[in-house]
Nanobody
Framework: QVQLVESGGGLVQAGGSLRLSCAAS????????MGWFRQAPGKEREFRAA????????YYADAVKGRFTISRDNAKITVYLQMNDLKPEDTDVYYC???????????????????WGQGTQVTVSS
């Protein structure tokens, strides 16, 4: 079965760093896009970053540009989100997602992703 398993969340002070991991399994992901989103109670899922399993290019929400870096390890079938200079407003549950996005589809829309992990809590204290 297809599974996405997040890890690496936790509690950090403002200005600190965390690295989230998302281990994928259950199918071949060539041609897929992996995204990181966050979601708070009562709010919609919000795009943070995305990368393709194959090819070049990474994409970021304006709020995290220069602070977050998405990367992948194709041998381990794992995608990472390195989060630096964390701010209290980054606090949320973070989810990884995978989708076979087509040319006309946007990487920042959660509706375009097919598989989701269970989420990992990130808390940034002031």
């Amino acid at each position: 079965q297809v599974q996405l398993v997040e890890s690496g969340g936790g509690l950090v002070q403002a200005g600190g760093s965390l690295r989230l991991s998302c281990a994928a399994s259950g199918r071949t992901f060539s041609g897929y896009t992996m995204g990181w989103f966050r979601q708070a109670p009562g709010k919609e899922r919000e795009f943070r970053a995305a990368i393709r399993w194959c090819g070049a290019g990474a994409y970021y929400a304006d709020a995290v540009k220069g602070r977050f870096t998405i990367s992948r390890d194709n041998a381990k079938i794992t995608v990472y989100l390195q989060m630096n200079d964390l701010k209290p407003e980054d606090t949320d549950v973070y989810y990884c997602a995978a989708g076979r996005l087509y040319l006309s589809q946007t990487y920042y829309s959660p509706d375009n992703y097919d598989y989701w992990g269970q989420g990992t809590q990130v808390t940034v204290s002031s």
